[in-house]
């Protein structure tokens, strides 16, 4: 399931990076705009902030995560995140880094838009049992969803997703998404 996973979640990053590039072969400034053909009003579209900084709670990293993310062109972002929780209890610590690299698909096009999300959560774990016990591990997770973001023009963001987890464990989360687009 973990080289599945890997090879799903590769394929879609090779695909997206591939569309991008053609993007910017095709066009090099990369910013799209539409006509309305009712005023003469240009309006353009997310692409020309590309970049986003985010905290997402309760989503794909878990309690929490701080990620980037990357319009390569309207419809597609790629990104990153990474979180981390450290427990202690008596002499027992148990450490874990979760980094999720997904891509999203935007439906629509403007402030208000519907997308769809893939990827996989990369996950490392490390703890001690006794004073005298190290235990480490790694792993993959697969991360589908859906939702709802709102990307204003002075740059606010907000995104609200369920997602589904798949992986040795499976499950279904909510994450709701605040951040800066630039």
């Known amino acids: 399931m973990k080289r599945l996973t890997f090879f799903l979640t590769a394929l879609l990053f090779s695909f997206a990076i591939e569309i991008g590039a053609e993007a910017a072969e095709n066009n090099p400034n990369i910013l799209v705009t ?18 986003n900084l985010s905290t997402e709670l309760l989503g794909r990293g878990g309690l929490y995560s701080f990620n ?7 419809e597609l972002a790629l ?23 997904y ?14 999300t893939a990827g996989t959560n990369i996950i490392f774990a ?11 591990g790694s792993g993959l997770a697969g991360v589908v969803g859906g939702g709802y973001e709102y990307r204003s ?30």
């Open 68 to 74: 980037y993310d990357y319009l390569l062109k309207d």
């Open 79 to 101: 990104g990153l995140g990474i979180s981390n929780y450290s427990i202690s209890v008596a002499d027992k610590k148990v450490s874990t880094y979760i980094i999720p690299v």
């Open 34 to 51: 539409s006509q309305d053909h009712n005023s003469d009003q240009e309006n353009e579209v997310s692409m020309a902030r590309r970049h």
């Open 126 to 136: 490390s703890g001690n049992l006794n004073q005298d016990s190290q235990i480490s």
């Open 153 to 182: 023009d002075d740059g606010f963001l907000f995104r609200a997703s369920p997602y589904a987890f798949f992986g040795k464990a499976s499950g279904v989360w909510l994450g709701l998404s605040f951040g800066y687009s630039i």
């Open 103 to 116: 891509a999203n698909y935007y439906f629509l096009e403007g402030n208000h838009r519907v997308f769809a």
